[in-house]
T-cell receptor, first 115, second 111 residues
Framework: GAVVSQHPSRVICKSGTSVKIECRSLDFQATTMFWYRQFPKQSLMLMATSNEGSKATYEQGVEKDKFLINHASLTLSTLTVTSAHPEDSSFYIC???????????FGDGTRLSIL | TQLLEQSPQFLSIQEGENLTVYCNSSSVFSSLQWYRQEPGEGPVLLVTVVTGGEVKKLKRLTFQFGDARKDSSLHITAAQPGDTGLYLCAGAVGSARQLTFGSGTQLTVLP
């Protein structure tokens, strides 16, 4: 149980393109999902907390207009990287809680490469 | 300043050796998780500890939460090449649901 699916697993696109990444909880409902960014050989950095039916909460230093988050249902959150540039290239990972005070379960990540 | 300091950052050992990874903080955590991550994949939950002094065992892995809930350790006995990966500790402070991750320990077990 507690499977989190992330799609796509890899994206390569040109600078200026907007890219949407989906995060789905397959066998449970998730009112809260989290989006992380991970650079090579580094740990995960929390970008934002995605709340179903309300606005996302962004961490300090993360541009909310650059990284648009939509959590329209209890099983789906999306992260859109708008007008992506090479510096946005990274490994983006989502996670979801099965319930309050429960551990987070992670998707397999999306490798984003901006040329 | 890193909220969670993890050490060592890199560890390369021979198959059969034992090792310990440490996760330290000046903050008190309501819960702490250990994850293992392989290249190109998301972290996989190994264990959650919530009680000060708690010890949990998962086959050859032993996890301990400090009495003051500020630190934790992961001990692997008789390491195997399949244990190779990035080990991450992550903690939640108070009632917050957000996790703060440690800097990670890249473990390589050589056959």
């Amino acid at each position: 149980g507690a499977v989190v699916s992330q799609h796509p697993s890899r994206v390569i696109c040109k600078s200026g393109t907007s890219v949407k990444i989906e995060c789905r909880s397959l066998d449970f409902q998730a009112t809260t999902m989290f989006w992380y960014r991970q650079f090579p050989k580094q740990s995960l950095m929390l970008m934002a907390t995605s709340n179903e039916g309300s606005k996302a909460t962004y961490e300090q230093g993360v541009e909310k207009d650059k990284f648009l988050i939509n959590h329209a249902s209890l099983t789906l959150s999306t992260l859109t990287v708008t007008s992506a540039h090479p510096e946005d290239s990274s490994f983006y990972i989502c996670s979801a809680e099965t319930g309050a005070n429960q551990p987070q379960h992670f998707g397999d990540g999306t490798r984003l490469s901006i040329l | 300043t890193q909220l969670l300091e993890q050490s060592p950052q890199f560890l390369s050992i021979q198959e059969g050796e034992n090792l310990t990874v440490y996760c330290n903080s000046s903050s008190v955590f309501s819960s702490l998780q250990w994850y293992r991550q392989e290249p190109g994949e998301g972290p996989v939950l190994l264990v959650t500890v919530v009680t000060g002094g708690e010890v949990k065992k998962l086959k050859r892995l032993t996890f301990q939460f400090g009495d003051a809930r500020k630190d934790s350790s992961l001990h692997i006995t008789a390491a195997q090449p399949g244990d190779t990966g990035l080990y991450l500790c992550a903690g939640a402070v108070g009632s917050a649901r957000q996790l703060t991750f440690g800097s990670g320990t890249q473990l390589t077990v050589l056959p």
